[in-house]
């Protein structure tokens, strides 16, 4: 018998998460979270899988894949993070951070060029040969995957 205090089932989790059951339950199949039971037909967890999932959450938001932030759940549900591949992201973030901006700059560049026709602009001649060789880096980054 399952203590009331210390176990939700599946409808409670979605209420307290934000998530809807059927997100739960794929989580489950997925091995990021982990039912300890049923009441009839209905999956009870433990109260501390609400933690686990704004964990989940945190990461999905950060970018990591559903394989990725499974891997930072030691078999008990804790967290076992790698450090490493959270400087690894952060420094993604950096770049993605970075070519944003070089957009975002280019983009208002163009939008008040003193030019009659901004393609004969040199400033957005190189945010074209930019844009298109960072594109093609990324296109081949994808390829090896």
């Known amino acids: 018998m ?3 205090r210390e176990t939700l089932d599946i409808r409670a989790v979605s209420k307290l998460s934000g998530l809807p059951s059927s997100t739960l339950r794929y989580y489950e199949e997925k091995g990021l979270i982990k039912s ?3 009441r009839g037909i209905t ?3 433990k109260a501390t899988v609400v933690e686990q999932l ?6 999905r938001y950060a970018g990591f894949s559903l394989n990725e932030i499974g891997k930072m759940f030691a078999s008990n549900g ?3 993070i790698d450090r490493e591949q959270l400087l690894n992201r952060a420094d ?3 770049k993605n951070i970075r070519r944003l901006e070089a957009m975002r700059d280019g983009l208002r560049h163009v939008a008040h060029c003193p030019e009659d026709n901004q393609l004969e602009c040199p400033n957005f001649q190189n945010l074209i040969k930019k844009a298109s060789k960072l594109q093609h880096q990324e296109d081949r980054k994808a390829k090896r995957r």
Do not use: K, T
Not at 54 to 59: A, E, K, N, T
């Open 2 to 4: 399952h203590n009331n």
């Open 36 to 38: 300890c039971g049923r």
């Open 43 to 45: 999956r009870i967890f």
């Open 54 to 59: 704004s964990l989940i959450s945190l990461g």
């Open 78 to 80: 804790n967290p076992s």
């Open 92 to 94: 993604d973030l950096d």
